[in-house]
């Protein structure tokens, strides 16, 4: 961990000041089945829901809603995200999405949202995106330089770091002590305590690396809005929702794994996406 007083702890702690954006996924075993690659029903719809997780995450946080896609017939493939650089982690979902055929819903969550943003471009078959608690930046734009624009994220009193080799970057992490209160309020203790254990880091150069041209330009969006989110301030969430022109639904009270703990609404906004394209 980063010494109290070291230079790069200021600079990460300046970034991430009023909007606590290094804590962008979220990161744990569900209860539900797991995410299985390319994993489908009998009587498969044909449009396939790529699910993209964020920082502190694996794709055990879409456990809930993979399986409800499954039950309803949708093909679903949950990639794990690097969570290295935006460039590189965009760069790998747009080479999952480019062995997929038929028609792709990309959703993501929290840091995954900026990376659908990027890994949506150029494939003509993606057609709709979905923002659950997500970053949806314009071009030019960071995460960490978005969480600054509200107020209202509890992370950065939260916030731990570890140097990477080379000494150039850092890994953000949430203090397990305070990992249930910031980041999943509205989960079982028993629950976020796993999550915390098994949590992955996003680095400071991945989360500060500006956007490309946004796909929400050129594709329809709807998004999720977390209404007690503790990340990602629910006012950015609409703020962002509203730039995108995206369709925006608001869980009530739910934090910032809405994905987790409001499975359902987050599945009705994937199958309001998928009937509004085919």
Do not use: C
């Amino acid at each position: 961990m980063i010494p109290e007083g070291h230079p790069r702890r200021r600079v990460l702690g300046g970034l991430i000041a009023a909007g606590g954006a290094l804590t962008l996924g979220t990161g744990a075993p569900a209860a539900a089945a797991p995410a299985a690659a390319g994993a489908r029903t009998g009587g498969s719809t044909g449009a396939t829901v790529v699910l993209v997780h964020g920082v502190f995450a694996d794709a055990s946080g879409w456990n809930a809603v993979t399986a409800r896609l499954l039950k309803a017939g949708h093909q679903v493939i949950a990639p794990a995200n690097p969570l290295r650089d935006l460039a590189g982690d965009s760069a790998y979902v747009s080479s999952v999405v480019a062995t997929l055929s038929g028609p792709v819903i990309l959703v993501g969550h929290s840091y995954g949202g900026e990376v659908i943003t990027n890994a949506a471009r150029g494939h003509a078959h993606v057609k709709a995106l979905v923002y659950v608690a997500a970053f949806a930046p314009d071009e030019g734009e960071s995460a960490l330089q978005l969480a600054k624009t509200f107020p209202g994220s509890q992370l950065e009193r939260a916030l731990t770091t570890r140097p990477l080799p080379g000494g150039n970057d850092v890994d953000g992490y949430i203090d397990p002590a305070k990992f249930h209160d910031v980041f999943a309020q509205d989960l079982p203790h028993a629950t976020t305590s796993v999550m915390a254990t098994s949590q992955r880091p996003g680095s400071l150069g991945g989360l500060s690396a500006p956007s490309g041209v946004p796909a929400w330009k050129s594709l329809p969006s709807w998004y999720v809005v977390a209404g007690a989110d503790r990340v990602i301030p629910p006012a950015l969430q609409h703020f962002m929702a509203g730039r995108a022109k995206s369709r925006t639904v608001e869980a009530k009270g739910a934090s910032h794994v809405v994905m987790m703990s409001r499975p359902d609404t987050v599945v009705r906004q994937i199958q309001a996406a998928y009937r509004a394209t085919r």
